[in-house]
């Protein structure tokens, strides 16, 4: 199983700055399979970024995705105040498909 | 539009299982694999499985494995997944989720709560 571990935690930033997670693999995710979500409280996760970095319909331009291998970033390049929310990544190569824990993206 | 609209919010006891069901529009119900996804309150989320609404082959996590069952009806473009021998850990929102470079589309999730 590959298990992937997202840091920071938590992320403190105002709006106008930019954010950068991380997303790090136990092993090599196949094919860059690595998806990214938003999700805020009380609905179901909002995919953004696809294969690594792809991103999916009607997701602004200030979402980018990066990375291959184990080490992968989202980064949202000047936050809005709508960006603060909880961020998984995913990945979707292997069997059992296995998600992170989460980076919460606070107000700061 | 794509919509996937699952059942609404079930109460179990201990031991007890229960159906969710996720009913499916706006496309070709053959083309794309469902996940069924949890997450308990407070939590992250959790791969419980994934089905194939044309065949109707599966494959579920290991820690499900024996006490879930991922079923659908290709007459009403509709995937179920029963989760049986219930406990309080399972208490969390179960979404369905279509599968298409990770996941393009969720249901709105379904809260099961198991308590005595």
């Known amino acids: 199983e590959i298990v992937l571990t997202q840091s920071p935690g938590t992320l403190s930033l105002s709006p106008g700055e930019r954010a950068t997670l991380s997303c790090r693999a136990s092993?090599?995710?196949?094919?860059?399979?690595l998806a990214w979500y938003q999700q805020k409280p009380g609905q179901a996760p909002r995919l953004l970024i696809y294969g690594a970095s792809s991103r999916a319909t009607g997701i602004p331009d200030r979402f980018s995705g990066s990375g291959s291998g184990t080490d992968f970033t989202l980064t949202i390049s000047r936050l809005e105040p709508e960006d603060f929310a909880v961020y998984y990544c995913q990945q979707y190569g292997s069997s059992p498909i296995t998600f992170g824990q989460g980076t919460r993206l606070e107000i700061k | 539009q794509v919509q996937l609209v699952q059942s609404g919010a079930e109460v179990k006891k201990p031991g007890a299982s229960v159906k969710v069901s996720c009913k499916a529009s706006?496309?070709?119900?053959?083309?794309?694999?469902i996940y069924w996804v949890r997450q308990a309150p407070g939590q992250g989320l959790e791969w419980m499985g994934i089905i194939n609404p044309s065949g109707g082959s599966t494959n579920y996590a290991q820690k499900f494995q024996g006490r879930v069952a991922m079923t659908r009806d290709t007459s009403t473009s509709t995937v179920y997944m029963e989760l049986s021998s219930l406990r309080s850990e399972d208490t969390a929102v179960y979404y369905c989720?279509?599968?298409?470079?990770?996941?393009?589309?969720w249901g709105q999730g379904t809260l099961v709560t198991v308590s005595s």
């Open positions: 706006g496309y070709t119900f053959t083309i794309y694999y």
């Open positions: 092993q090599s995710v196949t094919s860059s399979f």
């Open positions: 989720a279509r599968v298409s470079g990770g996941i393009d589309y």
